[in-house]
C-alpha cells in the first residue's frame, strides 16, 4: 500500500515512535508499503526551523535527505494541478499544508497516515496514526 504521511507523523517516526497507534506503527514497518512524503512537508519543516519553532541536530539540508533515506520514505513533488486543486475542496482545514495534502492524497488516491481529526471530513481516505 502506497501511504501519504503528514508531517507531524514522520517527524514521530524519527524523533518519537512511541506517539504513533499500533496501526500506525504496523504501517510505516511493514516492507511492502511505500511511505509517501510531500514537498509541502518539508517546506512545513522549513519554515518552523526557520522560525525556530523545531530544532534539529544539524542542518536542514542535511538533515531531511538523510533521514528521508534513513525511514525508506518517497518524496512526493508538488504539482501545478496538486495546488490548483486546493481551490476545490471545502474550508474544513485552514492550513495551507494540510489542504495541499488532502489534494495531493485525492488526486494520487492515497491514504493519508495522520492525527488529524480535520481531514476526516474531506473526501479522502485516512488512516489514524
Not at 530544532?55 to 501545478?80: C, D, G, Q, S
Not at 497516515?113 to 481516505?125: G, H, I
Request: net charge positive.
Amino acid at each position: 500500500m502506497r501511504v501519504l504521511l503528514d508531517t507531524h507523523v514522520w517527524l514521530w517516526m524519527v524523533a518519537a515512535p512511541e506517539r504513533l497507534s499500533k496501526k500506525g506503527r504496523s504501517i510505516v514497518i511493514a516492507a511492502d508499503n511505500e511511505l509517501v512524503l510531500s514537498a509541502a512537508s518539508t517546506w512545513e519543516i522549513a519554515i518552523k526551523f526557520a522560525l525556530g519553532t523545531l530544532t534539529l541536530p544539524e542542518t536542514l539540508a542535511a538533515y531531511i535527505p538523510r533521514l528521508m533515506v534513513r525511514t525508506a520514505v518517497t518524496a512526493l513533488p508538488v504539482l501545478a494541478r496538486h495546488t490548483l486543486h486546493v481551490a476545490t475542496l471545502p474550508r474544513h482545514h485552514r492550513d495551507p499544508f494540510d489542504r495541499l495534502l488532502v489534494a495531493q492524497a485525492q488526486l494520487e488516491e492515497l491514504p493519508i497516515l495522520t492525527a488529524d481529526t480535520a481531514f476526516r471530513r474531506y473526501d479522502v481516505k485516512t488512516v489514524r496514526a
